[in-house]
Nanobody, 116 residues
């Protein structure tokens, strides 16, 4: 599985961005898809996840109510809608795919900067 993120950029506090992650390969709907982020000098942290077939979603407390993860299995894509962005949301955002018994896969990341 290859993952390619897009949609990052510079946005002012309070603004919105929508990240996309396009996946290659088959059986996309069997993968749990997640977003992680990593700010400079910190460890990579969990942001949001969507279980296979999109049956369940979960979020980090820091983004609950502001971010929404969604997926389109027909397009083999997962999205992260980010609203009410804060400077502390500045990070490189990574797409992550996991399928039990198969493996874990990371995208190359996309930079999100929230600043005036």
């Amino acid at each position: 599985v290859q993952l390619v993120e897009s949609g990052g950029g510079l946005v002012q506090p309070g603004g919105s961005l929508r990240l996309s992650c396009a996946a290659s390969g088959s059986t996309f709907d069997l993968y749990t898809m997640s977003w992680f982020r990593q700010a400079p000098g910190t460890e990579r942290e969990f942001v949001a996840t969507s279980t296979n077939f999109g049956g369940r979603t979960d979020y980090a407390d820091s983004v609950k109510g502001r971010f929404t993860i969604s997926r389109d299995n027909a397009k083999k894509a997962v999205y992260l809608q980010m609203n009410s962005l804060k400077p502390e949301d500045t990070a490189i955002y990574y797409c992550f795919a996991r399928k039990s018994g198969v493996g874990n896969y990371w995208g190359q990341g996309t930079q999100v900067t929230v600043s005036l």
